[in-house]
């Protein structure tokens, strides 16, 4: 069973925002980055509060590419596939990251530890091709390097799966 | 430090931090937010700890600054007052740079920069000729100063252009300036910087806006990230002469959020403006007014126009508009707003200082000035440079970023990222300014530059972009909603060996109608990648489509891997590396890799030390 979402955990965040123009994109940042992803009930809450149809905030969360309405991992791997990281060979490093996560990108792990992402640049060429797991970066990669470095992030209970 | 609430006040505290400087004093310039992602942070710690070691401490300083641009040689170092510059460093290095620099003055041959070509040491940063060929003047403080510290602008002449305006300058004269120096938006599309705040300032209603657009979402391109990292108070201080020249009191810096470090400066950088009260209320005294709020964007291409992104702030889906009517005239909450670009604003400050004659007197005859570009991809000194308008293509890519590695050709630039187009070879000698790239086909755009060698498929690389912009694309307009689609479609079959003569035809036919029937660059732009291939490397697609073949070997369906025997001595890296087990051999032995296994991820390839697996 999924835990019950707390929504008094919202207040400091009404009261910041409160009255203001354009407060609904970071009231949902805000709340993601409370809740980590944005739980219907949470929608529902800011909906009521702000007075801002639910439509119109499904509209805005499902147009941005940073909001989630499912639960993420809780490793983020962001495998960057700007045109610098693309030339130097990205797509092999997404697909070897796939293989090795057996998920797709956009997809979180059975685990729930990772999720795996695109994101079109990360503004560090030089790195390239480069991912990000959570603030960290990972530059310079081959297929083979993209998941050792998964390997710091799970230490042995990947054998014991197997 | 209280409130400045007179010129002569901010003149006064920039002569107290002046008297405060010993220029003798030996400074450690760290870059701390491109060069962390190669362990800045220990190296600076490093230098921390050895300075103590050596009873150092209190009579060097250490200044963590923003990009010094040689991203390529990260993480990177420059030592004042000598001057000298050393990169790569990692913490074990450090003791040895305090003891013979620091310690002794001298250079530390180990660590200075060795020009590749010719083995030359360069130990002066100035001489190094990746910086040499440069002209800083929107960077003029990256890599030099303390982003964080608002007094390291103000030592550099900072907010003194401010001061100057509110002085001695009407709005109208700010403007005549601005339009007399000949700056065009650095943005991409390059329209008149001064016209720009004509219309704002003409256009009737209140409040006016102004917007820093820093969503910088151009695949390749990271200058407004360094920028807005490295010197944050000089989009301020730009911003604010605006606001003057225009008559708007409100302004927004719309940031992405996946620059931290950049918001973090950002916001670090308006406290401290508003604590010294160069922003607010009767600033400096004056009976101007402003202020600014930060917004950061949630992660949409399209946001970096325009329309977007006012749509954005406004908390709805980031989606453009049609125009007229301009934001000038009627933009966020329908006021009128002036829109420009990070490195726009950069300009701004030096312009007031040095006058619109000598900005007027850089560049082409139509573009003024200066640009940084991105340089990345197939290119040795990958990193930031900024130089005059009208340098061409070449002096850019050999002189300054040390050509192709590994002896590979240069096979074409992209400019302006999925927007742009590719420059080939037989253009290198191009002057690079807004007009002649355009008449390439290609476009100006934010300024990445990604270099592509012999080994870049140019139809995969249209593909990629359209993969980029038929994601991107919000949907509002069909010809760029679907156009997009058919054409990646139609580069998807191609790569995959089941295109056809006539799709050529096709992507041609449909190139025109989504520039012409689009509302927004996003999709007037979407089909150059594919126009300037077409054109240029033509040769390639017919390869694809006639012969079946991938040229670069990248188009997965056309290529296949194997093993020269007569190469491969046997270590067995690719076995153990090879996820399908696709790959045998013995130990010592040539190996074999059974092709109805591979699934061409590529991994062999890249392990392989001896080069023996081939792209057939």
Same mark, same amino acid.
């Given at each position: 069973?999924?835990?019950?979402?707390?929504?008094?955990?919202?207040?400091?965040?009404?009261?910041?925002?409160?009255?203001?123009?354009?407060?609904?994109?970071?009231?949902?940042?805000?709340?993601?980055?409370?809740?980590?992803?944005?739980?219907?009930?949470?929608?529902?809450?800011?909906?009521?509060?702000?007075?801002?149809?639910?439509?119109?905030?499904?509209?805005?969360?499902?147009?941005?590419?940073?909001?989630?309405?499912?639960?993420r991992g809780q490793h983020l791997i962001k495998s960057c596939q700007g045109t610098a990281c693309h030339v130097r060979g990205a797509k092999g490093v997404l697909e070897s990251l796939s293989r090795e996560l057996k998920i797709e990108p956009g997809g979180t792990t059975?685990d729930?530890k990772f999720s795996l992402e695109t994101v079109a640049c990360v503004g560090t060429c030089f790195l390239a091709p480069v991912m990000m797991i959570d603030e960290d970066y990972y530059g310079k990669l081959t297929p083979k390097k993209g998941v050792d470095v998964l390997k710091k992030y799970r230490p042995k209970s990947k054998e014991?799966?197997a | 430090?209280?409130?400045?609430?007179?010129?002569?006040?901010?003149?006064?505290?920039?002569?107290?931090?002046?008297?405060?400087?010993?220029?003798?004093?030996?400074?450690?310039?760290?870059?701390?937010?491109?060069?962390?992602a190669f362990g800045?942070?220990?190296?600076?710690?490093?230098?921390?700890?050895?300075?103590?070691?050596?009873?150092?401490?209190?009579?060097?300083?250490?200044?963590?600054?923003?990009?010094?641009?040689?991203?390529?040689?990260?993480?990177? $170092?420059?030592?004042?007052?000598?001057?000298?510059?050393?990169?790569?460093?990692?913490?074990?290095? $450090?003791?040895?740079?305090?003891?013979?620099?620091?310690?002794?003055?001298?250079?530390?041959?180990?660590?200075?920069?060795?020009?590749?070509?010719?083995?030359?040491?360069?130990?002066?940063?100035?001489?190094?000729?990746?910086?040499?060929?440069?002209?800083?003047?929107?960077?003029?403080?990256?890599?030099?100063?303390?982003?964080?510290?608002?007094?390291?602008?103000?030592?550099?002449?900072?907010?003194?252009?401010?001061?100057? =305006?509110?002085?001695?300058?009407?709005?109208?004269?700010?403007?005549?300036?601005?339009?007399?120096?000949?700056?065009?938006?650095?943005?991409?599309?390059?329209?008149?910087?001064?016209?720009?705040?004509?219309?704002?300032?003409?256009?009737?209603?209140?409040?006016?806006?102004?917007?820093?657009?820093?969503?910088?979402?151009?695949p390749?391109?990271?200058?407004?990230?360094?920028?807005?990292?490295?010197?944050?108070?000089?989009?301020?201080?730009?911003?604010?002469?605006?606001?003057?020249?225009?008559?708007?009191?409100?302004?927004?810096?719309? =940031?992405?959020?996946e620059?931290?470090?950049?918001?973090?400066?950002?916001?670090?950088?308006?406290?401290?403006?508003?604590?010294?009260?160069?922003? +607010?209320?009767?600033?400096?005294?004056?009976?101007?007014?402003?202020? =600014?709020?930060?917004?950061?964007?949630?992660?949409?291409?399209?946001?970096?126009?325009?329309?977007?992104?006012?749509?954005?702030?406004?908390?709805?889906?980031?989606?453009?508009?049609?125009?007229?009517?301009?934001?000038?005239?009627?933009? &966020?909450?329908?006021?009128?707003?002036?829109?420009?670009?990070? /490195?726009?604003?950069?300009?701004?400050?030096?312009?007031?200082?040095?006058?619109?004659?000598?900005?007027?007197?850089?560049?082409?005859?139509?573009?003024?000035?200066?640009?940084?570009?991105? &340089?990345a991809g197939?290119?040795?000194?990958t990193?930031?440079?900024?130089?005059?308008?009208?340098?061409?293509?070449?002096?850019?890519?050999?002189?300054?970023?040390?050509?192709?590695?590994?002896?590979?050709?240069?096979?074409?630039?992209?400019?302006?990222?999925?927007?742009?187009?590719?420059?080939?070879?037989?253009?290198?000698?191009?002057?690079?300014?807004?007009?002649?790239?355009?008449?390439? +086909?290609?476009?100006?755009?934010?300024?990445?530059?990604?270099?592509?060698? /012999?080994n870049?498929?140019?139809?995969?690389?249209?593909?990629f972009?359209?993969?980029?912009?038929?994601?991107?694309?919000?949907?509002?307009?069909?010809?760029?909603?679907?156009?997009?689609?058919?054409?990646? /479609?139609?580069?998807?079959?191609?790569?995959?060996?089941?295109?056809?003569?006539?799709?050529?035809?096709?992507?041609?036919?449909?190139?025109?109608?989504?520039?012409?029937?689009?509302?927004?660059?996003?999709?007037?732009?979407?089909?150059?990648?594919?126009?300037?291939?077409?054109?240029?490397?033509?040769?390639?697609?017919?390869?694809?489509?006639?012969?079946?073949?991938?040229?670069?070997?990248v188009?997965k369906?056309?290529?296949?891997y194997?093993?020269?025997?007569?190469?491969?001595?046997?270590?067995?890296v690719c076995l153990k590396a090879c996820p399908q087990?696709a790959?045998?051999?013995?130990?010592?032995?040539?190996?074999?890799?059974?092709?109805?296994?591979c699934i061409k991820c590529g991994i062999c390839y890249n392990e392989c030390k001896?080069?023996?697996i081939?792209?057939?």
């Amino acid at each position: 069973m999924p835990e019950p979402i707390d929504l008094s955990k919202m207040d400091p965040i009404w009261q910041k925002y409160k009255g203001q123009k354009g407060a609904l994109i970071p009231t949902l940042q805000e709340a993601q980055s409370l809740y980590g992803y944005l739980p219907e009930e949470i929608l529902v809450g800011i909906s009521r509060k702000l007075k801002v149809p639910l439509s119109r905030i499904y509209g805005v969360v499902t147009f941005y590419a940073q909001f989630y309405l499912t639960p993420r991992g809780q490793h983020l791997i962001k495998s960057c596939q700007g045109t610098a990281c693309h030339v130097r060979g990205a797509k092999g490093v997404l697909e070897s990251l796939s293989r090795e996560l057996k998920i797709e990108p956009g997809g979180t792990t059975g685990d729930r530890k990772f999720s795996l992402e695109t994101v079109a640049c990360v503004g560090t060429c030089f790195l390239a091709p480069v991912m990000m797991i959570d603030e960290d970066y990972y530059g310079k990669l081959t297929p083979k390097k993209g998941v050792d470095v998964l390997k710091k992030y799970r230490p042995k209970s990947k054998e014991k799966e197997a | 430090m209280g409130k400045l609430i007179s010129i002569e006040k901010l003149q006064q505290l920039q002569k107290t931090i002046l008297q405060g400087i010993d220029p003798q004093r030996p400074k450690v310039r760290i870059c701390m937010t491109g060069c962390r992602a190669f362990g800045a942070v220990e190296v600076r710690d490093a230098f921390k700890d050895s300075i103590q070691e050596n009873g150092l401490q209190g009579k060097v300083d250490i200044v963590e600054t923003g990009c010094h641009g040689f991203c390529a040689r990260a993480p990177v $170092v420059a030592i004042d007052p000598y001057g000298f510059f050393y990169q790569q460093l990692s913490a074990k290095d $450090v003791p040895q740079i305090v003891q013979g620099t620091l310690l002794e003055g001298k250079p530390v041959e180990k660590f200075i920069y060795k020009h590749p070509p010719t083995g030359e040491l360069f130990p002066l940063e100035k001489e190094v000729p990746f910086y040499r060929e440069q002209m800083k003047i929107v960077l003029r403080n990256c890599g030099q100063v303390d982003p964080t510290r608002i007094e390291d602008y103000i030592a550099r002449d900072g907010y003194l252009a401010i001061a100057r =305006v509110l002085s001695a300058m009407s709005p109208e004269g700010v403007i005549d300036e601005v339009v007399r120096s000949g700056l065009r938006g650095r943005g991409g599309a390059g329209f008149p910087t001064g016209n720009k705040w004509k219309f704002a300032r003409n256009a009737k209603g209140e409040p006016k806006y102004i917007i820093c657009n820093a969503d910088e979402g151009d695949p390749g391109a990271f200058m407004d990230r360094a920028v807005l990292e490295g010197d944050p108070h000089t989009v301020l201080e730009g911003m604010l002469i605006a606001a003057y020249a225009i008559g708007a009191q409100d302004g927004y810096i719309y =940031v992405r959020a996946e620059y931290p470090i950049a918001v973090t400066h950002v916001k670090k950088a308006v406290v401290d403006a508003r604590a010294l009260g160069l922003l +607010g209320e009767k600033i400096l005294g004056s009976d101007f007014s402003f202020d =600014v709020k930060i917004k950061e964007g949630a992660g949409a291409f399209v946001c970096g126009e325009e329309t977007a992104l006012i749509a954005s702030i406004e908390g709805r889906r980031g989606m453009p508009r049609t125009r007229p009517p301009f934001p000038a005239v009627s933009g &966020l909450w329908g006021k009128p707003t002036n829109i420009n670009n990070v /490195e726009t604003f950069a300009n701004i400050p030096p312009i007031i200082h040095r006058g619109a004659g000598w900005y007027a007197s850089l560049g082409t005859e139509k573009s003024k000035g200066t640009k940084i570009f991105a &340089l990345a991809g197939k290119i040795n000194n990958t990193g930031l440079v900024e130089v005059p308008m009208g340098i061409t293509m070449e002096r850019i890519i050999f002189d300054i970023g040390g050509g192709i590695p590994g002896g590979k050709k240069f096979k074409a630039a992209q400019t302006g990222g999925p927007s742009g187009g590719c420059i080939p070879a037989t253009l290198l000698n191009l002057p690079i300014d807004y007009d002649s790239l355009t008449a390439a +086909g290609a476009i100006m755009g934010s300024g990445g530059l990604i270099i592509m060698d /012999e080994n870049t498929c140019m139809v995969d690389l249209a593909k990629f972009f359209l993969t980029f912009t038929q994601s991107e694309s919000c949907g509002r307009c069909v010809p760029c909603r679907l156009g997009t689609k058919r054409m990646l /479609e139609i580069l998807k079959r191609i790569t995959e060996g089941v295109g056809e003569l006539s799709d050529l035809d096709t992507l041609k036919e449909l190139a025109p109608m989504i520039k012409d029937a689009s509302l927004c660059g996003l999709g007037q732009t979407a089909p150059n990648p594919v126009l300037t291939t077409l054109n240029y490397f033509l040769d390639e697609y017919r390869a694809h489509i006639e012969e079946k073949r991938c040229p670069a070997g990248v188009c997965k369906a056309l290529i296949r891997y194997q093993i020269d025997g007569q190469t491969c001595k046997g270590c067995g890296v690719c076995l153990k590396a090879c996820p399908q087990g696709a790959i045998r051999g013995e130990k010592k032995k040539a190996h074999t890799l059974d092709s109805t296994l591979c699934i061409k991820c590529g991994i062999c390839y890249n392990e392989c030390k001896f080069g023996a697996i081939k792209i057939l």
